[in-house]
Structures are given as structure tokens and as C-alpha cells.
């Protein structure tokens, strides 16, 4: 009697590791078989921050520094953005544009990508829009009032209106998903 107790009992503990081996397996292929079209579907949206420059120094130069107002604002990104990964952050060859984006590049240890402004416009926004196509992940792009609107109508946004030569604040986020038209949120980052 206790020997048949014992073969059960074996038995048992034989069909329980058996079956917790192949809970494990499967759970392994379903887990290996989900991974890859998640990940697909989070590279394929993601977002593209378009600022213009913060505040410029009133001084009488071709490529003036940022102002002190300026170098807040730019400091202020880094709040503004705590919750969004960036992949690659893109300026122009003007300082101001690098100064922006200096200390959340800083901060993230991203380098910033400089596209030369060039004309004609057209294909300066040409290369804005590779540079962003050329990258996976989200973007933070530091332009100019000329160009900002520029840039989100060549990514697929909206047209939106001019920005005013004394508005630094606006910030937009364009959400591109693939297969979908893009989407537009216009916000403001820092102080007013």
C-alpha cells in the first residue's frame, strides 16, 4: 500500500513539473511572439516638438546669444518635457537655436544635430524633415519664426498661423502615427 502511495505520488510530481515546463514554454513563445509587433508599433508613433528659439539678446549681431529671459525659458524645456523621451534634438547653425536646446540636452546627454539654414528655405525644411525620418523616436527641433510653421506642414501637420516676431513661448507637438494623419497640439512652455 505504501509503495502504490508512493508511485502516485511520483507520478504526480512528475505531471505537475511537466506541466509547469510547459506553462514556462508557452509562456516563453507567447512572450517572444508579442514582443516584436509591440515594439514595431511603438517606433512607428511617436512625437515631434517644435519650438522656436528662446528669447535673443537686443543686440545688433547676425547670430545674437540667447538673452537671460532666453536662458530661462530654454532651462524651462527641461520641466516642460521631464515626461517625453527624445531620441534627437535638431538646430540650426545659430546659436540661438543651439543655446535653446543646451540644457535639456545637457540634461538627457543627447547631442544636437545642427541642420544648416539655408536657402532656399524649401530645402533647408527638405533636410529638417530627413533628419527627423532618418531617426527613430521623438524629436525636439529648435527653428525660427519663418520655419516653424514651415516644418509642420512638411511633416503632414496643419498649416498654422505665423508666429509673431515677439512670441517665443509656443510649443507644438506633432503626433505622427503611421497609416494615420498627423495631429497638432499647440501648448506654451515657460513663462509668459
Do not use: W
Not at 508512493?6 to 505531471?15: A, E, F, G, R
Not at 509547469?20 to 514582443?35: C, E, G, P, Q, T
Not at 536657402?119 to 529648435?142: D, M, R, S, Y
Amino acid at each position: 500500500m505504501a509503495v502504490s502511495r508512493l508511485i502516485n505520488h511520483v507520478v504526480k510530481c512528475h505531471s505537475l513539473m511537466c506541466i509547469k515546463r510547459f506553462n514556462l514554454l508557452a509562456f516563453i513563445i507567447f512572450m517572444s511572439l508579442n514582443i516584436a509587433p509591440m515594439s514595431q508599433a511603438n517606433a512607428e508613433n511617436r512625437l515631434i516638438i517644435i519650438i522656436r528659439h528662446a528669447e535673443k539678446a537686443n543686440v545688433s549681431a547676425k547670430d545674437p546669444p540667447l538673452s537671460p529671459q532666453g536662458v530661462m525659458r530654454a532651462t524651462s524645456l527641461i520641466t516642460a518635457l521631464h515626461r517625453t523621451p527624445l531620441s534627437q534634438l535638431v538646430a540650426t547653425q545659430y546659436q540661438r537655436t543651439q543655446q535653446t536646446l543646451a540644457p535639456i540636452a545637457e540634461e538627457r546627454h543627447l547631442p544636437v544635430t545642427i541642420v544648416e539654414a539655408a536657402n532656399p528655405i524649401e530645402q533647408h525644411i527638405q533636410h529638417i524633415v530627413e533628419q527627423v525620418h532618418a531617426v527613430q523616436g521623438n524629436t525636439l527641433i529648435a527653428g525660427h519664426s519663418d520655419t516653424v510653421p514651415l516644418i509642420i506642414k512638411a511633416l503632414g501637420g496643419p498649416e498654422i498661423q505665423a508666429i509673431n516676431e515677439d512670441d517665443y513661448s509656443q510649443l507644438f507637438i506633432l503626433s505622427l502615427n503611421d497609416g494615420q494623419p498627423a495631429s497638432l497640439i499647440a501648448t506654451r512652455y515657460g513663462q509668459e
